[in-house]
């Protein structure tokens, strides 16, 4: 099994900035991808940004975060750090980690791709 845990979640005023932390521990070796998706409250959940584990030479983005969203590999492959700026209260959601063994543009933004998923953290950007 494999372990998922986010922080760095909080409160900031619209146009801020937050970083969150996700790290995946236990069989972590048959993981290749790891995602952040969000869910605001009555809506789906929703795909903001995935990176190839083993290098972090793939990362992938939906437009709605494109330009303001970077997602980085940490220092070892179980770890990588979603850097949020220019934020706006519609990126107001809880926002979870996910890693799966899936690689690619084909199953990137699809949460049916990733196999362990965090408990996610909130993030809440006030006008």
């Known amino acids: 099994q494999v372990q998922v845990v986010e922080s760095g979640g909080g409160s900031v005023q619209a146009g801020g900035s937050l970083k969150l932390s996700c790290t995946a521990s236990?069989?972590?070796?048959?993981?290749?991808?790891m995602a952040w998706f969000r869910q605001a409250p009555g809506k789906e959940r929703e795909f903001v940004a995935a990176?190839?584990?083993?290098?972090?030479?793939?990362?992938y983005y939906p437009d709605s975060v494109q330009g303001r969203f970077t997602i980085s590999r940490g220092n070892d492959a179980n770890t990588n750090y979603l850097q949020m700026d220019s934020l706006t209260p519609e990126d107001s959601a809880v926002y979870y980690c996910?890693?799966?063994?899936?690689?690619?543009?084909?199953?990137?933004?699809?949460?049916?791709?990733?196999?362990?998923w965090g408990r996610g953290t909130q993030v809440t950007v006030s006008s």
């Open positions: 990176i190839s584990t083993k290098t972090g030479s793939y990362q």
């Open positions: 236990g069989r972590t070796f048959i993981t290749h991808a």
């Open positions: 996910a890693t799966g063994n899936r690689l690619g543009i084909a199953y990137a933004d699809k949460s049916t791709a990733y196999d362990y």
